[in-house]
């Protein structure tokens, strides 16, 4: 049985119509998870980094840290980088440090590196430690800021602009 073009168009608005409120339920849902979050001391985890050392979180124990969670096939992630880039070493002395923790496999992130310089440390995680930040929605990027006693004081899922991340280190340093 062929639809017509009348249905097939109604048919089409139905599928985005509820994909589209089933998303904005799970943002809904991933926001006020993440909110529950704020003023909570931070996970603390060990995790590999490209040459595969372990590190902690506690490495970096009193700067204020943004932990950005990101995987290679994604397009906002790699347009965020070099934002993040220069966010690092304009505060690097005013112990400020960035964390990118990649949700891939270890041959991609080093093929994506070459490609795109990461000017931070990258650790390898998986989606269970997202879970644990409060990323429920799974969406990438996603972002922690973490403060100088270990507490979350900031949450962003989606692309990270300039204006923000200068206000919110500017607030927290």
């Known amino acids: 049985m062929l639809l017509s073009s009348k249905y097939k ?3 089409i608005f139905a599928i985005v119509f509820f994909a589209s409120g089933l998303s904005l339920n799970l943002i809904a849902a991933d926001s006020v998870n ?6 909570k001391p931070s996970p603390n985890f060990f995790l590999p980094d490209l040459n595969g050392q372990e590190v902690s979180l506690g490495k970096w124990q009193g700067k204020l840290v ?13 347009k965020e ?9 304009r505060y690097a002395d005013e112990d400020f440090q960035v964390v990118g923790i990649a949700i891939d496999n270890i041959v ?11 000017q931070y440390p990258t650790l390898i995680g998986d989606t269970q430690l997202v879970l644990k930040f409060g990323n429920r929605a799974g969406a990438l990027p996603y972002s922690v800021i973490i403060d100088q006693q270990g507490k979350i004081v900031e949450i962003a899922s989606g692309m990270l602009t300039e204006t ?6 500017e607030k927290h340093l």
């Open 9 to 11: 168009s109604y048919l």
């Open 34 to 39: 993440s909110r529950k979050m704020l003023g």
């Open 66 to 78: 943004l932990i950005n969670f990101w995987a290679t096939w994604c397009l906002p992630c790699m």
């Open 81 to 89: 980088i070099p934002v993040l880039n220069t966010f690092q070493k």
């Open 108 to 118: 991609a992130i080093k093929k994506f590196t070459q490609k795109i310089p990461i």
């Open 164 to 169: 923000y991340l200068q206000r919110t280190i």
